[in-house]
C-alpha cells in the first residue's frame, strides 16, 4: 500500500501549506543537541545495511517490539541484521498512532525513496532496496547529513574527551560543521564513590596532573572547558533528575572531596551539596565565554534492573519521573543571577506536567539583555512527538515568547532522525495556520512566514552564535 505521507502531511489548511512550503521546508538545519557518534562523522562511515543504520541503538523501536512480544534476540540480541530487520518490519503496522508509525515511514521516504507502507510481505524488498543505497557515497555518513540540509550539529562529549574526531572534521573543511557540547555530569557524579574516583583518575590522566583537592578539580575543569572552547565548543549540557542547588554552609567540598579520594561514600545532602555547588561553578565558566547551558530533567533511569543487569543502561528502560523543580530551578538560576554571572539557558522537562512551570519559571531571568535569554527548551524524548510538541509550542505561546524560540533538534543516536526536523516544522506550520483559519491571527503570510523561517532557524543561528568553521 502506498504510504499516506505526502506533500501536504499534517497540513491542514491552505494557510498551513503556505507557510510550510514557503517559509520553512528548504531551510538548513541547526541540530544543537544530538548523540551521534563524531568518529562516523570524522571516518565518513559506510553502513553494511540497514538494520545498522536504523535499528542498532534505537531504544524507541526496542521498547514497541517488546510491548509486542518480540523476543530479546531479534532485538538486542544475536539475530542477523535482516531477522532483526524482519522483526522490526513485521512491527511496524502494529505502532499506529506511535509516533514510529510516523517517523518510519518519513525516514524511508526522505532517505530511500520508499514511498510503500512497511509491513513483513515487503520487508525482504525494502532491506535490499535500502541496502544497496547505503552502499553508495549519498548514503555514507556524511551524504545523509547532507541530505538533509544539516548545516550544523553538536554532538554531546565527556569532558576528557580528546576532540580528535572532531579536529579531523574540521579538518575536512566539508559540511556540516560539527561542534563538540561540554557534558559534564561524571564530573559531579559522586553517588558512586568507586566510579567517581575511577573517573577523576581518566581526568588526572587527560589534565597531566594529580587532582588532590577541590579546588585542582576546578581548575582541571576550568581547563577542558576552555579546550572546548578552543575547538568550538559553545554549549554544555545535563541530563539530570533534578537540579541541584543547596544554600547549606554545614558542608565543604574539600571535606566532601577529600572523603571520596578516600572511598567514602556521601549522604545524598553532600551528593545534592556537591553536585550543586560544582555546577554553578561550571556555570559561570559558561557565563565568561558566552556558551549556553542546556538542562534536561526528568528522567528515571534504569527501572528494570534485571534487564539492566543484562543489556545495560540505555537500552529502553527509563521513563518520566515526577520529581519536583520548581524551587531548585528558581535558587539556582537566582543564584547565579544574583551576581551577573547567568548564561544563556535553555530548560527542558519530560514529566508534562511540568510545561507551565517551565514556561513562566524561564520569563523570571529573562532581562532584556539577550532576545530569549532563558528558553523553554523543545519537546524532549517521551514528548517529542505530534501531541507533545503542539502542547509545548501551546505553553510556550500562551506563557512566553514563541518568536523568540530556537526550535528543534534530534536528541538521536540515529543518522536517520533529521525528518524529526521536518516533522516539528509541519507541526509548527499547522498549528499557525489553523489560528489563522479560526481568526485568532491575521492572514499575513509575509509576517507569519518570517516567525516560522525564525524558529525554525535564524533563531538558533543568531542565538548560540557558532563560529563559521
Not at 541496502?131 to 556524511?142: D, E
Not at 554545614?250 to 571520596?260: H, S
Request: one cysteine or more.
Amino acid at each position: 500500500m502506498k504510504t499516506f505521507i505526502n506533500d501536504d502531511f499534517l497540513l491542514q489548511s491552505e494557510f498551513a501549506k503556505k507557510l510550510y512550503h514557503n517559509f520553512a521546508k528548504d531551510l538548513p538545519i541547526i541540530d544543537y543537541h544530538n548523540h551521534l557518534s563524531p568518529k562516523d562523522i570524522a571516518t565518513n562511515h559506510v553502513f553494511e545495511n540497514c538494520s545498522q543504520v536504523w535499528l542498532a541503538g534505537d531504544h524507541y523501536k526496542w521498547r514497541a517490539m517488546r510491548a509486542l512480544g518480540i523476543n530479546e534476540r531479534f532485538i538486542t540480541g544475536n539475530a542477523s541484521d535482516k531477522e532483526k530487520f524482519m522483526a522490526w518490519a513485521g512491527a511496524v503496522p502494529y505502532t499506529l498512532r506511535n509516533p514510529l508509525y510516523h517517523w518510519t515511514h518519513l525516514e524511508l521516504s526522505r532517505y530511500f525513496g520508499v514511498e510503500e507502507l512497511l509491513t513483513s510481505k515487503n520487508a525482504a524488498a525494502i532491506y535490499e532496496h535500502t541496502n544497496s543505497l547505503l552502499a553508495k557515497p549519498s548514503h555514507s555518513t556524511v551524504g545523509l547529513l547532507q541530505q538533509q540540509q544539516v548545516e550544523l550539529l553538536c554532538t554531546t562529549d565527556d569532558p576528557i574527551d580528546s576532540l580528535e574526531h572532531h579536529k579531523n572534521i574540521a579538518s575536512q573543511k566539508q559540511s556540516p560543521q560539527t561542534l563538540p557540547t561540554f557534558r559534564p555530569d561524571k564530573a559531579f557524579g559522586v553517588h558512586d564513590t568507586v566510579s567517581y574516583n575511577a573517573y577523576l583518575t581518566q581526568l588526572e590522566r587527560v589534565v597531566g596532573y594529580p587532582i588532590a583537592s577541590y579546588d585542582v578539580l576546578m581548575t582541571a575543569l576550568e581547563e577542558r572547558v576552555e579546550y572546548f572552547h578552543e575547538h568550538g565548543c559553545r554549549l554544555a549540557d545535563y541530563g539530570l533528575e533534578q537540579l541541584y542547588f543547596s544554600a547549606s554552609s554545614d558542608f565543604k567540598c574539600d571535606t566532601l572531596f577529600q572523603n571520596l579520594k578516600s572511598g567514602k561514600s556521601l549522604t545524598t545532602a553532600e551528593v545534592h551539596y556537591f553536585a550543586g555547588t560544582t555546577m554553578l561553578q561550571l556555570s559561570k565558566m559558561y557565563h565568561k565565554r558566552g556558551w549556553t547551558q542546556q538542562f534536561h530533567l526528568g528522567a528515571i533511569r534504569n527501572n528494570n534492573k534485571r534487564l539492566l543487569a543484562q543489556l545495560g543502561p540505555d537500552t529502553g528502560f527509563d521513563s518520566i519521573g515526577d520529581f519536583s523543580h520548581a524551587v531548585q530551578i528558581s535558587n539556582y538560576l537566582n543564584e547565579l543571577d544574583s551576581t551577573d554571572q547567568l548564561a544563556k539557558t535553555i530548560i527542558y522537562n519530560l514529566n508534562p506536567a511540568d510545561n507551565e512551570m517551565i514556561a513562566t519559571m524561564v520569563g523570571n531571568f529573562n532581562d532584556g539583555t539577550i532576545r530569549g535569554k532563558v528558553q523553554y527548551g523543545a519537546a524532549w524524548w517521551f514528548l517529542d512527538q505530534k501531541d507533545g510538541m503542539e502542547k509545548q509550542l501551546n505553553t510556550l505561546s500562551s506563557l512566553g515568547m514563541l518568536s523568540t524560540f530556537v526550535g528543534m533538534l534530534t536528541d538521536s543516536r540515529s543518522f536517520l532522525s533529521f525528518p524529526r526536523h521536518e516533522y516539528f516544522r509541519r507541526i509548527l506550520c499547522n498549528l499557525i495556520g489553523n489560528d489563522v483559519v479560526h481568526g485568532e491571527l491575521p492572514a499575513d503570510e509575509q509576517w507569519l512566514g518570517k516567525i516560522v523561517s525564525d524558529i525554525c532557524y535564524h533563531n538558533a543561528v543568531e542565538y548560540f552564535a557558532f563560529a563559521k568553521a
